[in-house]
């Protein structure tokens, strides 16, 4: 079976950087998924690593270590609107479903 | 208009009571999905479906029956709803390899 954790929440300033992290575990691997959500809504895909190292892509980054089975997502400038939990997702050995972990909280203070 | 659209978006009914979440989706993806949502727990799946013919039950399918009227309408039925299903519900879709998802925007249901 599969099993995510990250940390339940982070706090960070507007302009800062920060890295939210995922640890996985899973028996086969069909890549890595971070979503965006806020309070409320619908959650809306972010990025999507398969093989190692990072994907940049505008303010967001995705790094991919499936050897150590880790990920985290980058986000630079951070802006208010950032503020939202992030959710880790990584699909089941057949990849057609998926199991997402619990998401950070994460605030971006002025 | 949203490509992936549930109805209604806030639902309270008592215990005992059946009830219908539905979604419906342009996309024209052949995959969908519901999931329920709770606070600390994360999303998790319902039933899928990958075709109109095809349904499968998910990590909580318990309490819960689904129905696939066509390739864009996926409907999720509470067959005796108790309080402990009250939860935010999201329907999703997604195609090809990758497989992403494309969320509705939730039903937000209450069980009193």
């Known amino acids: 079976g599969q099993n995510i954790d990250q940390p339940t929440e982070m706090t960070a300033t507007e302009g800062a950087i920060v890295q939210i992290n995922c640890t996985y575990q899973t028996s086969g691997f069909n890549g890595l998924f971070w979503y965006q959500q806020h309070a409320g809504e619908a959650p809306t895909f972010l990025s999507y690593n398969v093989l190692d190292g990072l994907e940049e892509k505008g303010r967001f980054s995705s790094f991919l270590s499936r050897s150590k089975g880790y990920s985290y997502l980058l986000l630079k400038e951070l802006q208010m609107k950032d503020s939202a939990s992030y959710l880790c997702a990584v699909p089941d050995n057949y990849g057609q479903n998926f199991v997402f972990g619990p998401g950070t909280r994460l605030s971006v203070l002025p | 208009d949203a490509d992936v659209t549930q109805t209604p978006r806030n639902r309270i009914t008592k215990t005992g009571k059946r009830i219908m979440l539905e979604c419906s989706q342009t996309k024209g993806h052949d995959r969908m999905y519901w999931y329920r949502q709770d606070p600390g727990l994360g999303l998790r799946l319902i039933y899928y479906?990958?075709?109109?013919?095809?349904?499968n039950k998910g990590e909580i399918s318990d309490g819960y029956s689904v129905s696939r009227q066509a390739q864009a309408k996926f409907s999720l039925s509470l067959e005796s709803a108790i309080p402990n299903q009250t939860a935010l519900y999201f329907c999703?879709?997604?195609?090809?390899?990758?497989?992403?998802?494309?969320f509705g925007a939730g039903t937000r249901l209450s069980v009193l």
């Open positions: 479906s990958f075709d109109v013919k095809d349904i």
């Open positions: 999703a879709t997604s195609e090809g390899a990758k497989n992403i998802q494309y």
